[in-house]
């Protein structure tokens, strides 16, 4: 009975801990600034993960090159039984029985032999080449890795300002609602009392009905907004994720930061550097086609023992090991390959020519996309000023049209239009500080601007 007792308590304490633990995951809250952000998708975003693991991968494979041409050693152990020997005819001439055949088996019934092999590389030219073409590959590695940084970056800022905007966007609907349903109300009376037209009442029906569908949509958007920043970053996307900097004072931030007269400097950006590894990458492999038609030489040491007998007792003391060994070396010689080798070489040319065009496709294109995102932030930079005074005037006319309303000198339907023209104001304002933030971080990621502050 007491044994019961004891298990129930241990049960009960152990899925409550469990339970407890759960919980306290599950409601794990995050809050970040965007720099704080950015500095955890470096760490955590499943992107950054793999590419970081290709670094692994490709330092692995230098190592695994080099191994190559270092002492390979390699051991043997071989067992063979023979339960049935073969039998090989004799004339009888040999024991005194002329005219007849005697059947004699050779061999023993149990053999055993263990050696090691060692192998030298001494001269290879293709191994020279792979030794530049790995140390190629980790540097081309480690500028994707970098790549993908930048394009992290770009995505955790766009994911943490599409929140902000639709975040904005909920509270402006909601304010926008309140004033309308308040308008509604007011009306509404006037109209009870017989001093409003019905279509009066039914106008701002159509504006109380409209904003609640805009701020239903708003909700769900935000809630898509979360869970892309979430995946952006490398959290579950039911993480809750708590953002500290507000959408206007980033806009403000970026405008501000933006230098103009900064140089941009091509042979430092990612992508140039991309293009280059693929052009050294081809050139090796032209070398690499090349360097076979070199002679290879290697040397090679084999050391062992053998044992036989009609009992498996090779492990005792005393049994008899006859050892051997060998000393060579082998060379080789690539004498014809019916054009072979040298039509290997000649697409290897041609690739590294392909390499050399897409290199310089690749710097005029860095050009074009530095240009363009150059001219992209100023656009934004001013519709964000032209966005801020619209706004400032769309509600100056959209109080004064209310003001007008509820002193009868204004319709519903001037109002209506107002408060639309209000409306479309702010969600460009809104919209025009999420672009001013996008296009500041594609301009910082072309040009390579340092990942940390």
Known sequence: MNFKKHFLLIFILLTTLTFGQETQEKSEVYKMTLQEAIDFAMDSAYANINAQQDVAIAIKKKWETTAD????????????????????????????????????????????????????????????????????????????????????????????????????????????????????DETQKIFENGLAEEEEVEQLKITTQQLKSQLNNAKRMHEIAKESLNMVLGLPVEAEVILLDELEILATQNILETDASEDFKLEETVDFKIAKNLVEQRDLEFKLEKSKALPTLSAFVNYGATSFGDEFNFFESGKDWYEFSTIGVSLSVPIF?????????????????????????????????????????????????????????????????????????????????????????????????????????ELEKIKNKPLQN
Not at 80 to 95: A, R, W, Y
Not at 109 to 136: C, E, P, W
Not at 377 to 393: G, P, V, W
């Open 337 to 441: 390959s019916s054009f072979q080798r040298h039509s290997r070489t000649q697409q290897a040319k041609m690739e590294l020519e392909k390499a050399e065009v897409q290199k310089e496709q690749a710097i005029n294109e860095i050009k074009r996309t530095y240009n363009a995102a150059k001219s992209e932030m100023t656009y934004a930079t001013e519709n964000f000023e032209i966005s801020k005074d619209n706004l400032n005037l769309a509600e100056r006319i959209s109080h004064k049209n209310e003001i007008k309303f509820k002193e009868g000198l204004a319709s519903s339907f001037e109002l209506r239009q107002a408060q639309v023209q209000l409306y479309q104001a702010q969600n460009e304002y809104l919209q025009s500080m999420l672009n001013v933030i996008n296009a500041k971080a």
């Open 69 to 184: 041409g270092l002492p390979q050693i390699n051991g043997q152990v071989n067992y063979e039984n023979n339960p049935k020997l073969s039998v090989t005819p004799l004339p009888g001439e040999l024991i005194g029985e002329p005219g007849t055949t005697v059947p004699v088996s050779f061999g023993n019934k149990h053999n055993m032999n263990a050696s090691a092999r060692l192998d030298q590389l001494i001269f290879d030219g293709s191994y020279i080449v792979a030794l530049q073409a790995a140390k190629t590959f980790l540097e081309y590695s480690a500028n994707n890795k970098l790549k993908t940084e930048y394009e992290v970056r770009t995505n955790v800022i766009t994911a943490y300002g599409n929140v902000l905007l639709s975040k904005n966007s909920i509270d402006i609907t909601e304010n926008n609602l309140d004033n309308a349903e308040n308008n509604l």
